[in-house]
């Protein structure tokens, strides 16, 4: 980490305890990812009349290049968290959730599903066919690129749907599905 954490303790007193626990799990997370510019983290304490215990509300504020990762743990929203230790659990918890999303997504891990495209077959044999693009291109297809078994139900002319990849060939149709419900125009 670029900068030391701040821990802010309000309406409780601070227990080396507790800053123990909160420096230990903003370590875990600098081991997950290195690069967090700063980490801000305040734990609070709600009074509540109509409740015998105080509620712990946890706030963890994460700085990374090019984002700002925030988790807040409402203490209305569990009872658990009558005891901070287990405020401070889940609301680290979950900024591990976020912050390694944010890694996958820098990463390139998660995957982006391409639009599908619209077609109209334009030819058909026994085991492939060939869709005609709204641009004037001619997209290979195998009757097993075709979703629910579809290949024998389709016939030259059909509209379809389909997700365009490359193949050893040049590009071809994958997930091949007829459309019924919503023609498309010439």
Partial sequence: MQLTPEITFRGLEPTPAIESKIRAR???????YPRIMSCRVIIESHHRHHRKGKLYHVR?????????????????????????????????DAMDRQLED????????????????????IELSADYGRIGTLNGRSIYFHRN?????????????????????????????SMVSPISKHPISD
Wanted: net charge negative; hydrophobic share 35%.
């Fill in 26 to 32: 903003v370590a875990r997370l600098d081991r997950y």
């Fill in 102 to 121: 944010f890694a996958r997504r820098q990463r390139g891990d998660i995957k982006t599903h391409e639009a599908a495209s619209h077609g109209r077959v």
């Fill in 60 to 92: 963890v504020d994460l700085t990374v290049p090019g984002s700002e990762l925030v988790v807040r743990r409402e203490p209305e929203a569990h009872q658990s968290h009558e005891d901070a230790y287990v405020a401070i659990r889940d609301a680290f």
């Fill in 145 to 173: 690129s075709v979703v629910d078994k579809g290949f024998d139900r389709l016939e030259v002319g059909s509209e379809v749907r389909y997700v365009e990849t490359s193949g050893e060939e040049g590009p071809q149709a």
